[in-house]
């Protein structure tokens, strides 16, 4: 079981930054794959970036790449997501999201089995 905890988000002006981080508590952080999704209003849920249980391997959406930078601290049980270059279509509520134990990373929202509550990302123009 994976307990996980947003914060970080904000209102920020368009080409600003922002850090997300994402606290987890159960012993199986080290062991599960995460990902951040992202959910605008009257929009799907969508993803965003993810990340291998050791931090070697990540995935970016097309539309963060180059901008967002996911890591994961296992020693703190800290997932973070680096948000650089805001723009206002980047608003949305941001989710972290942890899969099972011992799993690969994903980019579809089924495969992951627990999520945060989310934080509010707000990016004015």
């Known amino acids: 079981q994976v307990q996980l905890e947003e914060s970080g988000g904000g209102l920020v002006q368009a080409g600003g930054s922002l850090r997300l981080s994402c606290a987890a508590s159960g012993r199986t952080f080290s062991a599960s794959a995460m990902a951040w999704f992202r959910q605008a209003p009257g929009k799907e849920r969508e993803f965003a970036a993810a990340?291998?249980?050791?931090?070697?391997?990540?995935a970016y959406a097309d539309f963060v790449k180059g901008r967002f930078t996911i890591s994961r601290d296992n020693a703190k049980n800290t997932l973070s997501l680096q948000m650089n270059t805001l723009k206002p279509e980047d608003t949305a509520v941001y989710y972290c999201?942890?899969?099972?134990?011992?799993?690969?990373?994903?980019?579809?929202?089924?495969?992951?089995?627990?999520w945060g509550q989310g934080t509010q990302v707000t990016v004015s123009s």
């Open positions: 990340i291998s249980r050791n931090g070697a391997h990540t």
């Open positions: 999201a942890a899969r099972g134990y011992n799993s690969m990373f994903s980019t579809t929202s089924r495969d992951y089995a627990y």
